[in-house]
């Protein structure tokens, strides 16, 4: 390769790579329907086009034997041993509502990837994939319903 080449690559390379690198704060808001049980598990985790686990975005309800009941959140991020560093925090009561943050690359919006909410709550029916939100430009703001447990979910990016 000449030099003048290598320049031009190397100067594309080192403009490309932060808009790469490039993240915001995502804010995942679930709001609870009033369902008349004991606090609620759950779990927030993206997925890309393909349904595979990317990564943890929360988890409300620390104790570990209870993930279990998180089944789809559980298998598919069963390989992830960071899975719950620093994104855990106390399960959440009927009616109430789960704010959380998270920081998303902008290469993820609109690229196919999805938000998945799995919910159970102690002697009641598990709900896995209770929402499922594409993450995209189209979806932020517009609340989703869930199945058993949650009213409505929406995210917003900043």
Sequence with gaps: MSRPLLTIVATACAL??????????LTLTA?????????????AY??????AYVRTLWVAG??????????????????????????TGASVGA?????????LADALIDA????????AAEDMRDSP????IP???ANVGKPQPGKQYIQSATFELK
């Design 16 to 25: 490309a790579l932060p808009a790469l690198a490039h993240s915001r704060p």
């Design 31 to 43: 709001q609870l329907k009033n369902y008349g049980g004991d606090g609620a598990y759950i779990a």
């Design 46 to 51: 993206l997925t890309d086009a393909k349904g």
């Design 62 to 87: 620390g104790k570990a034997k209870y993930h279990q009941h998180l089944s789809d959140w559980n298998r598919l991020s069963a390989g992830d041993t960071k899975r719950l560093d620093g994104v």
């Design 95 to 103: 009616g109430r509502t789960l704010k959380v943050t998270a920081e």
């Design 112 to 119: 196919g990837y999805e938000i998945r909410i799995d919910a």
């Design 129 to 132: 994939s209770e929402v499922r």
């Design 135 to 137: 993450l995209s430009t």
